[in-house]
């Protein structure tokens, strides 16, 4: 099993940068893909950013060039920089992991077991 706990996030200007992050724990050496992933009042659970066991990142087009997934294996913990934020990437953020690779192309949610319980991130006008 794995846990994991997202932090940061909060509330911020368009055009301005935020990070969160999300600590696994448990089976961690289990992780091989994770991902972070956004839901909206009213709107579909949507793939934002996913990284594989070898560094490898794969991004959603409407994220592409703002946002920047990392990880850092030492501390089980991975990040989401999020710059040039919109109005429209305000959501709640989950974190998610996998045992197996990641797919590549479309980012979803069905590919991954665990989960994260969320952060919040808005974005005003």
């Known amino acids: 099993q794995v846990q994991l706990v997202e932090s940061g996030g909060g509330s911020v200007q368009a055009g301005g940068s935020l990070s969160v992050s999300c600590e696994a724990s448990g089976d961690t050496y289990s992780n091989s893909c994770m991902g972070w992933f956004r839901q909206a009042p009213g709107k579909e659970r949507e793939g934002v950013a996913e990284i594989d066991s070898d560094g490898s990142t794969n991004y959603a087009d409407s994220v592409k060039g703002r946002f920047a997934i990392s990880k850092d294996n030492a501390k089980n913990t991975l990040y989401l920089q999020m710059n040039s934020l919109k109005p429209e990437d305000t959501a709640m953020y989950y974190c998610?992991?996998?045992?197996?690779?990641?797919?590549?192309?479309?980012?979803?949610?069905?590919?991954?077991?665990?989960w994260g319980q969320g952060t919040q991130v808005t974005v005003s006008s």
């Open positions: 998610a992991a996998d045992e197996w690779d990641c797919s590549g192309g479309y980012i979803n949610g069905a590919d991954f077991t665990y």
